[in-house]
């Protein structure tokens, strides 16, 4: 008597219903959010080299770095003034070899943008958006982010898509994977057959090319996930940190007490500026906002970005705009890098991970065609599924006809 074939049969078993189960996730939840994650893969193939876009369109905003100190927050709101009295200033934000870009106004409600030369504050140029208008960029943004539909119906449709999307990838794993490691399956699972029929190399698309994205794609997909999915943000920083809970972000606030009895709103904007630089003398771009002065409990907030197009890095800060004391803010952002345990440093490095900056050049390239790649498979999977669909059909077809050939005898 044989017994050992019993446990292998099972195995068999076992194996095939967890390939069938995978075979019906795979398909149903990627004709659900096809189309979604088309959009989303394609806008963030665009996405990932804005920077590089921007500055072969327009290379009158490329600015070599010179030896010399940037221009003050102050001057850059008295540049503002002299074009655009009625306008308040919003952001600015710079990166070394770029000209600084200059908020002004209320965002979607109708901004205006100036680019101005970091040393001389020369304006380079000026972009002035109606209501409702907003550039390129912002317009392939809004898509990724939301279909560019309204944030609170676009947004969770994009964010549990790419949860949808990485269960995909699993199953997608499940489905490639060998039965056997013999030569044929090697090469069928690693090499795309190009000399084949058009089904055959479209299956070979969707096959070799999902698995050598497999990595990248979850990557993004499980970093872009942090800024959509509550549960799931909270949840990562649990687990990587150690079982430490993500603190709730609270934006600083000054004191309005103080109001008008230590410092302007110029001053202490130029003296928070003093400061942070004095910390980070090497700091290569930076991001801050103005207090806005008609409301008392605005802070002036500062970000430094220690190397040119990397975030991960950045130390932020928050001063009273009243008496200029430095304001507690979020700790896992407003530690260094190096300060910060695992999960911060994770959180810190989400948004390098996500667009391949954190391996400079080559992970934009990878997240790119990683991006581009994600973009095709629900285009390849969908013709795949309709091949076997239409081959069923005809099947079908054929057993009936022959059915109906044969003569019935009572």
């Given at each position: 008597?044989?017994?050992?074939?019993?446990?292998?049969?099972?195995?068999?078993?076992?194996?095939?219903?967890?390939?069938?189960?995978?075979?019906?996730?795979?398909?149903?939840?990627?004709?659900?959010?096809?189309?979604v994650m088309i959009i989303v893969c394609v806008t963030g193939c665009i996405w990932v080299f804005h920077d590089e876009i921007t500055r072969l369109l327009e290379p009158e905003t490329v600015i070599a770095h010179q030896d010399k100190?940037?221009?003050?927050?102050?001057?850059?709101?008295?540049?503002?003034?002299q074009r655009y009295p009625k306008l308040k200033p919003g952001y600015v934000t710079y990166q070394q070899g770029n000209a600084i870009y200059l908020s002004l106004g209320e965002g979607r409600k109708g901004n205006t943008i100036l680019r101005l030369n970091p040393y001389s504050g020369e304006v380079i140029s000026v972009k002035e958006h109606k209501k409702g208008e907003t550039d390129f960029f912002r317009f392939i943004l809004n898509g990724h982010r939301f279909l560019w539909m309204s944030a609170d119906v676009g947004r969770p449709i994009v964010n549990y898509s790419t949860l949808i999307f990485v269960i995909i990838l699993i199953s997608g794993m499940v489905l490639w994977w060998p039965q056997?490691?013999?030569?044929?399956?090697?090469?069928?699972?690693?090499?795309?057959?190009?000399?084949?029929?058009?089904?055959?190399?479209?299956?070979?698309?969707?096959?070799?090319?999902?698995?050598?994205?497999?990595?990248?794609l979850t990557a993004i997909a499980l970093t872009g996930m942090v800024y959509g999915i509550k549960w799931y943000s909270n949840g990562l920083y649990w687990v990587t940190s150690g079982g430490q809970t993500l603190a709730e972000f609270k934006r600083p606030q000054s004191d309005s007490t103080q109001l008008g009895k230590m410092y302007t709103a110029?001053?202490?904007?130029?003296?928070?500026?003093?400061?942070?630089?004095?910390?980070?003398?090497?700091?290569?771009?930076?991001?801050?906002?103005?207090?806005?002065?008609?409301?008392?409990?605005?802070?002036?907030?500062?970000?430094?970005?220690?190397t040119a197009?990397?975030?991960?890095?950045?130390?932020?800060?928050?001063?009273?705009?009243?008496?200029?004391?430095?304001?507690?803010?979020?700790?896992?952002?407003?530690?260094?890098?190096?300060?910060?345990?695992?999960?911060?440093?994770?959180?810190?490095?989400?948004?390098?991970?996500?667009?391949?900056?954190?391996?400079?050049?080559?992970?934009?390239?990878?997240?790119?065609?990683?991006?581009?790649?994600?973009?095709?498979?629900?285009?390849?999977?969908?013709?795949?599924?309709?091949?076997?669909?239409?081959?069923?059909?005809?099947?079908?077809?054929?057993?009936?006809?022959?059915?109906?050939?044969?003569?019935?005898?009572?």
């Amino acid at each position: 008597m044989n017994l050992s074939r019993k446990p292998t049969v099972k195995k068999k078993q076992s194996r095939s219903l967890f390939y069938r189960i995978s075979a019906w996730l795979h398909l149903w939840l990627g004709l659900i959010t096809g189309i979604v994650m088309i959009i989303v893969c394609v806008t963030g193939c665009i996405w990932v080299f804005h920077d590089e876009i921007t500055r072969l369109l327009e290379p009158e905003t490329v600015i070599a770095h010179q030896d010399k100190p940037v221009i003050t927050p102050t001057r850059v709101k008295e540049i503002a003034a002299q074009r655009y009295p009625k306008l308040k200033p919003g952001y600015v934000t710079y990166q070394q070899g770029n000209a600084i870009y200059l908020s002004l106004g209320e965002g979607r409600k109708g901004n205006t943008i100036l680019r101005l030369n970091p040393y001389s504050g020369e304006v380079i140029s000026v972009k002035e958006h109606k209501k409702g208008e907003t550039d390129f960029f912002r317009f392939i943004l809004n898509g990724h982010r939301f279909l560019w539909m309204s944030a609170d119906v676009g947004r969770p449709i994009v964010n549990y898509s790419t949860l949808i999307f990485v269960i995909i990838l699993i199953s997608g794993m499940v489905l490639w994977w060998p039965q056997k490691w013999t030569k044929k399956s090697r090469e069928q699972s690693f090499k795309i057959k190009w000399d084949a029929s058009f089904k055959r190399v479209n299956y070979d698309l969707h096959n070799v090319l999902g698995f050598y994205s497999l990595i990248v794609l979850t990557a993004i997909a499980l970093t872009g996930m942090v800024y959509g999915i509550k549960w799931y943000s909270n949840g990562l920083y649990w687990v990587t940190s150690g079982g430490q809970t993500l603190a709730e972000f609270k934006r600083p606030q000054s004191d309005s007490t103080q109001l008008g009895k230590m410092y302007t709103a110029d001053e202490a904007m130029d003296l928070a500026w003093g400061k942070v630089l004095s910390k980070h003398p090497e700091a290569e771009g930076f991001y801050y906002t103005f207090a806005d002065t008609s409301k008392p409990k605005a802070a002036i907030s500062i970000t430094i970005y220690p190397t040119a197009g990397k975030f991960y890095n950045n130390r932020s800060y928050a001063f009273d705009q009243h008496t200029l004391a430095q304001l507690p803010g979020n700790k896992v952002y407003d530690m260094s890098f190096a300060e910060a345990d695992f999960g911060g440093k994770l959180r810190k490095a989400n948004y390098d991970i996500h667009v391949g900056s954190i391996l400079g050049l080559p992970g934009k390239i990878l997240a790119f065609f990683g991006s581009l790649i994600g973009a095709s498979l629900p285009i390849t999977g969908f013709l795949v599924w309709y091949g076997k669909k239409k081959k069923s059909k005809k099947g079908t077809a054929a057993r009936k006809s022959t059915v109906a050939a044969v003569p019935q005898t009572v």
